[in-house]
């Protein structure tokens, strides 16, 4: 089976393993992290805390998710590609999931998705990867060859090169090289 490129599909095997680690693993993290808090703040200040930071986080998803709402419109309307628009509102999508859940460290990584001022940092982490996913997946585009970060401008001769092959050129006709030449041509 190959895929558009030609090329041998491949498949997917980085995820799903990191899925499933990250379903067993982060609960046992939340909950150590919970009882170590609790042992050194009390139980009922350390429910407390959770209560107030699940509150906090969604307040600033309410109020960040007005912003980004309102950005990705604004560039709807301008007719301009809402990359960065969009980027945010999946940090923000992820990042609000993060701090509803309880725990601790879920919401040390949600905020770092939601923080305006942290959410930059976020998005060009999740741009490189995403580019990196994309490029392992489909060896750069399978339509126009390109591959991300290696287009370089062709150098004085390869222009030079390129001009003269294009003044060769007759316009309206068409030229097979895999068909030899007719008797009128040689």
């Given at each position: 089976?190959?895929?558009?490129?030609?090329?041998?599909?491949?498949?997917?095997?980085?995820?799903?393993?990191?899925?499933?680690?990250?379903?067993?693993?982060?609960?046992?993290v939340e909950i150590y992290v919970i009882i170590q808090v609790g042992q050194v703040i009390g139980g009922w200040p350390?429910?407390?805390?959770?209560?107030?930071?699940?509150?906090?986080?969604?307040?600033?998803?309410?109020?960040?998710?007005?912003?980004?709402?309102?950005?990705?419109?604004?560039s709807l309307d301008t007719g301009r590609m809402p990359g960065k628009e969009l980027a945010?509102?999946?940090?923000?999508?992820?990042?609000?999931?993060?701090?509803?859940?309880?725990?601790?460290?879920?919401?040390?990584?949600?905020?770092?998705?939601?923080?305006?001022?942290?959410?930059?940092?976020?998005?060009?982490?999740?741009?490189?990867?995403?580019?990196?996913?994309?490029?392992?997946?489909?060896?750069?585009?399978?339509?126009?060859?390109?591959?991300?970060?290696?287009?370089?401008?062709?150098?004085?001769?390869?222009?030079?090169?390129?001009?003269?092959?294009?003044?060769?050129?007759?316009?309206?006709?068409?030229?097979?090289?895999?068909?030899?030449?007719?008797?009128?041509?040689?």
């Open positions: 089976m190959s895929n558009v490129s030609g090329s041998p599909a491949r498949k997917t095997r980085g995820l799903p393993w990191f899925v499933a680690a990250a379903l067993l693993v982060v609960p046992i350390t429910v407390a805390l959770l209560l107030v930071e699940s509150a906090l986080g969604a307040w600033l998803i309410k109020r960040e998710g007005r912003r980004a709402f309102a950005a990705l419109k604004a945010d509102a999946a940090l923000l999508l992820i990042g609000g999931t993060l701090l509803l859940t309880p725990g601790f460290a879920t919401d040390i990584v949600g905020f770092f998705f939601v923080l305006p001022f942290t959410r930059p940092l976020a998005r060009r982490a999740l741009s490189a990867f995403l580019g990196r996913r994309i490029v392992a997946q489909l060896g750069g585009n399978p339509i126009t060859g390109f591959m991300p970060g290696t287009f370089r401008p062709p150098t004085a001769d390869q222009a030079e090169a390129q001009r003269r092959r294009n003044d060769d050129v007759i316009q309206g006709e068409v030229i097979d090289p895999d068909q030899p030449p007719r008797p009128q041509d040689r």
